[in-house]
């Protein structure tokens, strides 16, 4: 039985199909058709949905692509659709605000940008334009240039938005904290850590399902089916951010959204990076294990956790075993995990040593696109000379890889052009990049070696004196 709250209706489905999207159940079930249908990938968030979580007695709203969301995921969750913001007849000031800033022109996309704009709203950023284009990345529209938008969504944020939905929060939280355990064969949803390691060992030809956002293109794009799903969904041991001196513990469903706000201190440059990691909406559902346990080469945390030194705990049954990450990808989309393993915890053992990190994703638009080129550089600097050097890519191989050539050519030299000329050499005999419709071979290369060039820049003129200084020792 899968359980959950449409607003406020429950919502109860025997033996839930594994592979129906919410998209496809409002659409088509529910006949709730404001939330379209425009790319089936996440992409243009023309299906956003607003999903509400009970967390510490209250209602967290997170933003969701419905196309990439199984209703099996929203057991012991709340669902709110645009059919659901207006109260009494009058519409939502967010609806209500868009509309009179002439923020709609042919309406396919505004539903989806109502939806953004209204858990915006609950999250009580500041008024800015970045807030704005942060809240709202994942929403494109082809009629309006975005400048009502952008005005609409300033108006409402100079001010507290008044809904009901505050009215309904405490008896939401009760309603959901009062679903039991999701029971289906085909969708299992373990309550606990042991839970989960004994449904795998007893099903491992089962897909683990985390965020979903990689995996369900498999559903919308490829047309598969899966026969059988393990949600990790509800297993609280995965999803923490520990950090104990200067050993950060990550678990592998903490969410992309919740590493970003929550590593400002300790990973700077890896917080600011997943400010360019697919949309808002994507990664709010999106997971970190989730990126590394999927081995694309072109995924972005994976990269910037080598350059990193992480280190993955994986566990099988009642087995446990850390691995490098550097050790996990075997081939393209491939790694060591046998069959009933799973990721549990990312491990990164000194932060502190990460403070020469610089993170460079080069993509054909800034927002919301898939890397072309990955570069994680981190380099220590003792009295001018280099003796560290952490440095990987992503694009540049079948798999995310570190640099080791390159980081040979660097450690215990001078920080200078010969230097880091000589590194940038070392990459053509270290990466044959393959030519696609993102970036040729050569392209994929002289970007990489121009990162490094930059990595010099930045590390060497007056303009970042002071931020040298932070980490040259």
């Known amino acids: 039985m899968t359980q959950f709250l449409l607003n406020q209706h429950v919502i109860s489905i025997e033996n839930v199909d594994p592979n129906l999207t919410v998209l496809n159940w409002l659409r088509n079930d529910q006949r709730r058709c404001g939330t379209k249908e425009g790319c089936a990938s996440g992409d243009c968030g023309a299906c956003t949905v607003v999903v509400g979580t009970a967390e510490e007695g209250k209602i967290r709203y997170s933003s969701a692509n419905a196309c990439l969301l199984l209703v099996g995921q929203l057991h012991g ?3 709110l659709t645009v059919e659901d913001l207006a109260h009494h007849g ?24 109502v939806m953004s704009t209204f858990v915006m709203c609950k999250h009580a950023p500041q008024a800015d334009s970045a807030t704005v284009a942060h809240h709202l990345g994942g929403n494109l529209c082809r009629c309006t240039g975005y400048r009502p938008i952008v005005e609409a969504a300033m108006q409402l944020l100079k001010s507290p938005v008044t809904d009901s939905f505050p009215e309904h929060e405490a008896e939401t939280v009760q309603r959901l904290q009062g679903i039991g355990a999701q029971s289906s064969e085909n969708l299992l949803m373990p309550e606990s850590l042991d839970a989960l390691a004994a449904a795998y060992l007893h099903y491992p030809q089962a897909r683990l399902l985390a965020g979903g956002t990689d995996l369900n293109l498999l559903i919308t794009q490829a047309h598969q089916r899966h026969a059988r799903l393990i949600s990790l969904a509800r297993v609280s041991e995965l999803n923490d951010i520990e950090l104990q001196g200067n050993r950060l513990t990550i678990g592998a469903m903490t969410s992309l959204d919740r590493c970003q706000r929550e590593l400002k201190t300790s990973l700077p440059a890896f917080s600011e990076m997943l400010d360019r990691f697919a949309s808002w909406q994507i990664r709010q559902q999106g997971t970190l294990g989730g990126n590394l346990a999927n081995a ?33 990808f075997t081939g393209y989309r491939q790694t060591l995990l046998q069959a009933g393993e799973f990721i549990t ?10 403070r020469g990190l610089r993170l460079w994703k080069v993509s054909k638009r800034r927002e919301d696109d898939i890397s ?25 191989a079948a798999t995310p890889a570190r640099a080791y050539r390159c980081e040979a050519a660097l450690t215990g030299q001078p920080l200078n052009q010969e230097t880091f000329t000589s590194a940038a050499k070392a990459l053509t005999a270290e990466f044959s990049p393959l030519s696609d419709f993102r970036a040729s071979a ?19 003129t007056t303009a970042h004196a002071v931020e040298v200084k932070d980490y040259v020792r």
Do not use: W
Request: net charge neutral.
């Open 77 to 79: 969750k709340q669902l």
């Open 90 to 113: 009058e519409l939502h000031p967010v609806q209500q605000t868009l509309a009179c800033g002439h923020a709609s022109q042919c309406g396919f996309c505004t539903p989806g940008i």
């Open 296 to 328: 694309s080469p072109i995924g972005d945390c994976a990269p910037a956790l080598l350059a990193m030194e992480a280190r993955l705990r994986l566990r099988c049954g009642s087995q446990t075993r850390e691995v490098p990450l550097a050790e996990f």
């Open 345 to 354: 915890h990312i491990l990164i053992d000194d932060v502190t040593l990460s």
């Open 372 to 396: 072309a080129v990955f570069a994680a550089i981190n380099l220590d600097v003792e009295r001018g000379v280099i003796v560290r050097a952490r440095i990987a890519f992503g694009g540049m």
């Open 442 to 460: 050569d392209y994929r290369l002289q970007v990489a070696q121009n990162l490094l060039k930059r990595y010099l820049l930045q590390m060497t």
